[in-house]
């Protein structure tokens, strides 16, 4: 009897080390961690910025657990519906191109796009850009304005795979302007005292706003999302972010 309960609780023991049975899922995160001050790479290799904030102050709000994962920017919707992604936080303007393939959370944050020259350069206006090299960051929504003013198949459209590199060929005169989101060229811009660029803003560029992205039909995670997320606006977690990120 004794040795038929120890080999019980031994057992047990091993049944619980295998499969906690209450262990709560851990939600992997894709984010191109190349697009300060949303997403970057700390020393550690960490994920940091807004865009991890907010996600990490969601899960807890909402309860639940989440890491995030750098994941390049091409093939991060794709790593969403194959499922090595449970969540997309990457500063995602959200289209409706995209959601016809992806599920979105409420916007949690308002952008647009903005231009990046020289600081010598002639160029004052989006327009000025029709027949000029413009680098973009490859399919985003910056490629998207660019290919409506010079045509999708425009040779003239430099396509990175990053933001940054697209603005190091700026700055190294590989193309004339480039064309991204405003809170991204304006830290740049910002922490790059030598780099030589000013910013112009063109009326015409839309407002966009960024959603956190699930898999199409993923509504239990985008429900607890979209809770975490009205609850962190609601009790002040989310305007301390913003403020640390962006002031005012
Ligand atoms: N907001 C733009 C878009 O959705 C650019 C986002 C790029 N994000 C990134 N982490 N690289 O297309």
């Known amino acids: 009897m004794k040795q038929f ?3 019980a609780g031994l057992l047990c023991a091993g049944l619980m080390l295998n499969a906690p049975a209450h262990a709560a899922k851990t939600y992997q995160v894709g984010t191109d961690a190349a697009y300060a001050p949303f997403e970057s790479l700390n020393s550690k290799k960490e994920v940091v910025g807004f865009d991890a904030e907010v996600i990490q102050a969601i899960a807890k709000k909402s309860g639940i657990q989440v890491k995030l994962v750098n994941t390049p920017w091409e093939g991060i919707f ?3 519906k194959n499922g090595e992604r449970d969540i997309v936080i990457s500063a995602v303007t ?7 393939s992806l599920d ?16 010598n350069s002639k160029i004052s206006k989006f327009t000025d850009l029709k027949t000029l090299k413009v680098g973009v960051q490859t399919g985003t929504t910056g490629d998207e304005v660019v290919q ?5 198949t425009s040779p003239n ?12 060929e ?3 005169g590989g193309v004339d302007a480039v064309v991204a989101d405003n809170g991204v060229v304006v830290n740049y811009v910002a922490n790059n005292a030598s780099s030589k660029l000013k910013t112009i803003d063109d009326a015409t560029f839309a407002k966009e ?4 992205a699930v898999k199409k039909g993923n509504k239990d995670l985008l429900d607890k999302l979209n809770k975490g997320l009205a609850g962190i606006k609601a009790d002040g977690t989310y305007d301390k972010i913003y403020k640390k990120y962006f002031g005012k």
């Open 209 to 212: 706003f960024y959603g956190i």
């Open 5 to 7: 309960s120890l080999m």
């Open 170 to 172: 700026l700055q190294s």
């Open 157 to 168: 459209i430099k396509r990175y795979e990053s933001t940054p590199l697209a603005i190091k």
């Open 94 to 100: 959200i289209t409706p191109e995209r959601k016809q």
């Open 104 to 119: 979105f959370s409420e916007p949690y944050f308002e952008a647009k796009q903005l231009i990046a020259v020289a600081n």
């Open 78 to 80: 794709e790593a969403l």
């Open 148 to 152: 409506k003013l010079q045509g999708k």
